[in-house]
């Protein structure tokens, strides 16, 4: 008997399996968006008050993360980081057991990096873009710098940045399918095991398309949520 | 009382301050007047460290400070002991007026939210925008938002206030309500310093007058002898172009009423102004 050529009730029964992963695929994304917004913010400030050797650093950083492809970044870490960590090793005599690092550390690192380049170009931008006379205004009724900062300039600031950030996170979500290239088990994984026991590869991957999609049709009603909020305050009179 | 002493300004290679000495008694009003470009702005702006001179000293009650070697304490003892209204008003954007008034009460004075609150709704009702205390900057007409900034700036009581052109980015109509308001500090013995188009006002409200031409204080003395009597040929020279050769400051206002500022709220050609549609 031949079997049917594509099985609705096959992507049914495969999609717990599927998205008994999604934890993983969730925690890429969340782990790697809360390190890029702090690697993001203190490399964006840095730039602009172009502290000297750090800008530098950090220009060349970008440059490097914008100018590779995201895949070649993954290897980068996973295969060159536990040299560095090796010739730490050999160089202070430590003994930190290279092959002990779950791949999914691994994944953090580069998806962390890689964002918090795209973090610190939309932060910078929207820095930028805050008028000068409301720092100044900060100044001048003698607040530091960093109050300046953070009660005046950053929460115009991220009124500019939010839609940004939002384009940022749908990139990352999507990115994490990536992460199986060096066997972490995300949904991708669990999709290629499935796929490959089954060989119903179509079905597993329309799952799979769901599921992204579903993801990311979220976060974009959340980002549009928080927008919302941010810019409420100008709207309507305060009550 | 506030002394700036042998001050010098460079943008790049361009010399915007020459030698600047100004004392300011405690008290005393001073207008500064000149052309655009003469560096009044950045006099003012000077004093409060939103620029930093290359040389020279200010004092502000009895300390002094070398503008070459300065602080991050000097900084803040200079602002937190001046304050600044700006030709474009500055508001926080993300504030409300009563909220533009309460954030240098509380985080820089570090007041309770409450005593900060009842200061700042005293200072707004006393520039008579009690009922605006919850709009934003953009629901507020220019002159609105100019009479909160100067709320924003007499809140935090400096010792000194500095005033650059706070009526030259208003629609005419609007610049006597803020004359009125500058009028009132300037009468309640707070030290100002205030650059100003507005010839009649300065006249009027300064116990001196500042002349500046091209980064140097040309000349300086009593509103009459400035005005009616200057005797620089390029204060002479500035003030003929000013007046534009029609009805003249040269004639003191008769009343001293907010009539007066009639003649300023008319567009000034001068100042590439036109009339508003
Ligand atoms: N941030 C700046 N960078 C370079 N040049 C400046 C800057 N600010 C002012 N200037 C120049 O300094 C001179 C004095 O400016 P300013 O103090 O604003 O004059 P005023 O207020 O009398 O019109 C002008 O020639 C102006 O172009
Ligand atoms: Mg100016």
Not at chain 2, 195 to 200: A, D, G, Q
Request: aromatic content about 8%; glycine content about 6%; some cysteine.
């Amino acid at each position: 008997m031949e079997g049917k050529l594509f099985d609705v009730g096959f992507m049914f029964r495969a999609a717990p399996e599927i998205l008994s992963r999604l934890p993983i695929t969730l925690s890429i994304t969340f782990v790697s968006l809360f390190f890029s917004l702090i690697i993001g913010f203190i490399t964006a400030i840095a730039r602009l008050r172009k502290i000297p050797v750090l800008t530098q650093i950090f220009n060349l950083y970008i440059l490097y993360v914008r100018g590779t492809p995201l895949l070649i970044q993954i290897y980068m870490a996973y295969y060159g980081l536990p040299l560095v960590l090796l010739a730490i090793n050999r160089e202070f005599g430590t003994d930190m057991n290279i092959n002990s690092i779950a791949p999914i550390i691994f994944i953090y690192i580069a998806y962390s990096l890689n964002e918090g380049a795209y973090a610190s170009e939309t932060f910078r931008a929207a820095i930028e873009s805050v008028d000068r006379g409301q720092a100044e205004a900060a100044h001048s009724i003698g607040m530091t710098p960093m109050q300046a900062m953070i009660r005046i300039i950053m929460p115009e600031a991220l009124k500019v940045a939010v839609p940004n950030f939002g384009n940022n996170l749908l990139g990352l979500v999507k990115n994490t399918s990536l992460a199986f290239s060096i066997s972490v088990l995300d949904i991708v994984a669990a999709a290629q095991v499935v796929g490959s026991r089954s060989f119903r590869f179509c079905e597993v991957y329309i799952v799979l398309s769901v599921i992204y999609w579903v993801a990311c049709g979220l976060l974009t009603k959340v980002v549009q949520v928080v927008e919302k909020s941010l810019n409420a305050g100008e709207r309507g009179i305060a009550a | 009382m506030i002394e700036l002493k042998n001050v010098e300004k460079y943008f790049g290679a361009h010399h915007v301050l020459r030698d600047i000495n100004l004392k300011v008694e405690k008290g005393e009003v001073v207008a500064i007047i000149g052309p655009s470009g003469s560096g009044k702005s950045t006099l003012l702006r000077c004093a409060n460290y939103l620029e930093m001179p290359a040389e020279g000293f200010i004092a502000l009650n009895g300390r002094t400070i070398d503008f070459r070697h300065v602080t991050k304490h000097d900084i803040l003892y200079l602002t937190r002991n001046t304050a600044m209204v700006f030709q474009q008003y500055n508001l926080f954007k993300n504030k409300t007026a009563l909220g533009n008034v309460e954030e240098g009460l509380v985080v820089v004075q570090k007041k309770d939210r409450s005593v900060a609150r009842a200061e700042a709704l005293r200072r707004l009702d006393a520039v008579g925008l009690t009922d605006r205390v919850n709009y934003y900057p953009r629901q507020l007409s220019g002159g609105q938002q100019q009479r909160v900034a100067i709320a924003r700036a007499l809140a935090l009581n400096p010792a000194v206030i500095l005033f650059d052109e706070p009526t030259s980015a208003l629609d005419p109509e609007m610049v006597g309500e803020v004359l009125e308001v500058i009028r009132g500090v300037t009468e309640s013995g707070i030290t100002t310093l205030i650059v100003t188009h507005e010839m009649n006002f300065a006249r009027e409200v300064a116990d001196r007058v500042v002349f500046l031409d091209d980064g140097c204080i040309v000349e300086e003395g009593a509103p009459v002898s400035i005005f009616d009597n200057p005797r620089n040929s390029r204060t002479r020279q500035f003030l003929e172009r000013v007046t534009g050769g029609g009805r003249s400051v040269l004639s003191p206002p008769a009343r001293e009423d907010a009539t007066v500022y009639e003649r300023d709220r008319q567009p000034r050609a001068w100042l590439g102004e036109e009339r508003s549609a």
